[in-house]
């Protein structure tokens, strides 16, 4: 998976209580992206970084935060886990923008109680 | 609104056929048109990808036709192999400043 790790791979939550995913990269690329993954609807973009403290909304940011602090981390946090965000979230870094090759990781699925 | 409309959502084609999927856009300033392949359990991986200025391009047993004036594409996978039993995403986006856009996605299983 290209050099990416996820954790924790897998997650049970009750409704209400804060989640943070974590996104870690060992190939030094510039931009990092947050996907989730729900049948019927491919994968749509959370958030993304385009550099460290660069971040931006996706098309389904709603109920999520993100934050990049370092080149290497991505950190997608959950403010309050609700049922449908019950889902399986993948990492993705990419050289360049948006156009080029996305790496993706191995994911984290999430159930929300 | 879904900008990426892709069929089937499921295929079943025997060993040694030919698999085909299809997506149909709708933003024509969309200048990059990848396939991903996501086995069970793994993240999703780049296939094959072209851009709007060629018809055609195969790598392999996978090719990528593309129709412009239809604002369509297709992959086709030729002599399909139990191997290639995935979930198979098309994708599109504008190079310079957009994110990637994908279509639901398309279970193929190839039956020996």
């Known amino acids: 998976d290209a050099g990416i790790t996820q954790s924790p791979r897998h997650k049970v939550t009750e409704t209400g209580t804060p989640v943070t995913l974590r996104c870690h990269q060992t190939e030094n690329h510039r931009y990092m992206y947050w996907y989730r993954q729900d049948p019927g609807h491919g994968l749509r973009l959370i958030h993304y970084?385009?550099?460290?403290?660069?971040?931006d909304k996706g098309e389904v940011s709603d109920g999520y935060s993100v934050s990049r602090s370092k080149t290497e981390d991505f950190l997608l946090t959950l403010e309050s886990a609700t049922s449908s965000q019950t889902s399986v979230y993948f990492c993705a870094i990419s050289e360049s923008w948006g156009g080029e090759t996305q790496y993706f990781g191995p994911g984290t699925r999430l159930l929300v109680l | 609104q879904q900008q990426v409309k892709q069929s089937p959502q499921s295929l079943i084609v025997q060993k040694g056929g030919i698999s085909i999927i299809n997506c149909a856009y709708e933003?024509?300033?969309?200048?990059?048109f990848p396939w991903y392949q996501q086995f069970p359990g793994k993240g999703p991986a780049l296939l094959i990808a072209?851009?709007?200025?060629?018809s055609e391009k195969k790598e392999g047993r996978f090719t990528i036709s593309f129709n412009k004036s239809a604002k369509q594409f297709s992959l086709h996978i030729m002599d399909s192999q139990p191997g290639d039993s995935a979930t198979y995403f098309c994708?599109?986006?504008?190079?310079?400043?957009?994110?990637?856009?994908f279509g639901a996605g398309t279970r193929l299983a190839v039956h020996p």
């Open positions: 970084s385009y550099g460290v403290k660069d971040t």
């Open positions: 072209i851009r709007p200025d060629v």
């Open positions: 933003n024509t300033a969309f200048d990059y």
């Open positions: 994708a599109a986006s504008i190079t310079l400043g957009n994110k990637l856009i």
